[in-house]
Nanobody, 115 residues
């Protein structure tokens, strides 16, 4: 099964940009529904964006037009380009892979939006 490792988080000012990466290993990456989730401090983990194996993308309403999910099946990497970041985007961001009975998570990467 796939193992997931996120990277690219950090501290950014409001209005800035970050690109998160999720490197996958150990499975057939292209067959998984991949997604990004986030968990703000003291709140539950919620979906940010997902992408199916055939390229269908879905976004949580608050990130539409600002975030872009993408995947490179040849390199087994998924990305989340985040633009126009807001303080309310502050959270731990998690990579997720789903297929059949598998629902897999990375360990997360912290994104902090603050001036």
């Amino acid at each position: 099964q796939v193992q997931l490792v996120e990277s690219g988080g950090g501290l950014v000012q409001p209005g800035g940009s970050l690109r998160l990466s999720c490197a996958a290993s150990g499975g057939i990456f292209s067959m998984y529904v991949m997604g990004w989730y986030r968990q703000p401090p003291g709140k539950q983990r919620d979906v940010v964006a997902t992408m199916t194996p055939n390229g269908r993308m879905d976004y949580e309403d608050s990130v539409k037009g600002r975030f872009t999910i993408s995947r490179d099946n040849a390199k087994n990497i998924m990305y989340l380009q985040m633009n126009s970041l807001k303080p309310e985007d502050t959270a731990v961001y998690y990579c997720n892979a789903q297929r059949l009975q598998y629902n897999l998570w990375g360990r997360g990467t912290q994104v902090t939006v603050s001036s």
